[in-house]
Structures are given as C-alpha cells and as structure tokens.
C-alpha cells in the first residue's frame, strides 16, 4: 500500500522552529517530486515548498521564503520540512504530496498523486 506519512508538527511559540518530515511506504520517492502544503480553518489549501526529485531545485511561497527549507533524504526514503521564525499565521494542517513527474516541482495540488493525512502545527503564546 502506497502511503505518505507526515510527522513533527506540534504546538510551538511565536519565534521558534518545527521539522515537519514526510515518509514515504510502499514506494520510493527516488522519482517523486514532493510537495508541502498547508490549510488553515476557513482557508484555501495552500502551496508551501517543493522539490524535484533530484533535489537540484526548490520553490516557495512567498510568506514562507528565508524561513523554511525543504530537504530530502532518498536513502532514508523522507522529505523534511524545517521551519524557523514561525508565525501565528503559520497555524494550520500540512500535509506533502507526492507527483510523478520528478522534474516539475509544483505549489499546484493537481500536480500530486500521492497525499499524507497531514499534522497539525500551532503557533500560539
């Protein structure tokens, strides 16, 4: 069974930092690349980072650029997602995704075949 795990998330203060890491069973994500999304109560599912499969290119959204970094580990089969300087409104559920066309690194949701069923992260004084 092809399956996308994600973990680390948690309640943090205004200023700290979180490692979301996203783990891959039933499948490699050698080929994949990966996506992180984010949805906040009442909000549109949102792009957060992505990386092709070889790792060579990254994108972010503009709300989160010089604050996460998005990373991937092929031997361990994982992807992880640090994030510094959090802010409130980083609170809400993230989840990665995988898509099979390794080379294209996506903030789209419609580029990804393969979802986790997210963690939550809160950031609250």
């Known amino acids: 069974q092809l399956q996308l795990v994600e973990s680390g998330g948690g309640l943090v203060q205004p200023g700290g930092s979180l490692r979301l890491s996203c783990a891959a069973s039933g499948f490699t994500l050698d080929y994949y690349a990966i996506g992180w999304f984010r949805q906040a109560p009442g909000k549109e599912r949102e792009g957060v980072s992505c990386i092709t499969s070889s790792g060579r290119s990254t994108d972010y959204a503009d709300s989160v650029k010089g604050r996460f970094t998005i990373s991937r580990d092929n031997a361990k089969n994982t992807v992880y997602l640090q994030m510094n300087s959090l802010k409130p409104e980083d609170t809400a559920i993230y989840y990665c995704?995988?898509?099979?066309?390794?080379?294209?690194?996506?903030?789209?949701?419609?580029?990804?075949?393969?979802w986790g069923q997210g963690t939550q992260v809160t950031v609250s004084s």
């Open positions: 995704a995988a898509g099979a066309k390794g080379y294209y690194c996506s903030g789209h949701h419609s580029s990804y075949d393969y």
